[in-house]
């Protein structure tokens, strides 16, 4: 099994910053990309920012040039910087996970998600 520890959330004004950090851990063999999600009610979860295994890189069109995503491969951690956070910025932020486990001798790909971790921006 794959677990997805997320930790960084919490309430901070706006124009304030947080990092939000995002652990792997368990029976893995390798992690494509991790990613950070964000899901406010009645709304579809949406993209973040995302980094490969290579260390490319994509984002949200509506955090470009606030929030920064990096990883420590030997870590298997990712981590979001957000910076300048405005009030809609406020959800629950969830770390996602490509992971191939090794299972009975066979490879198996699958993604994986985090608890979700609250963030809110007051304005």
């Known amino acids: 099994q794959v677990q997805l520890v997320e930790s960084g959330g919490g309430l901070v004004q706006a124009g304030g910053s947080l990092r939000l950090s995002c652990a792997a851990s368990g029976s893995i063999f390798s992690i494509s990309a991790m990613g950070w999600y964000r899901q406010v009610p009645g709304k579809q979860r949406e993209l973040v920012a995302r980094?490969?295994?290579?260390?490319?890189?994509n984002y949200a069109d509506s955090v470009k040039g606030r929030f920064t995503i990096s990883g420590d491969n030997s870590k298997r951690t990712v981590y979001l910087q957000m910076n300048s956070l405005k009030p809609e910025d406020t959800a629950v932020y969830y770390c996602n996970a490509g992971v191939t486990i090794i299972e009975s001798g066979t490879w198996r790909f699958s993604e994986y998600w985090g608890q979700g971790t609250q963030v809110a921006v007051s304005s």
């Open positions: 980094i490969t295994d290579g260390g490319s890189t």
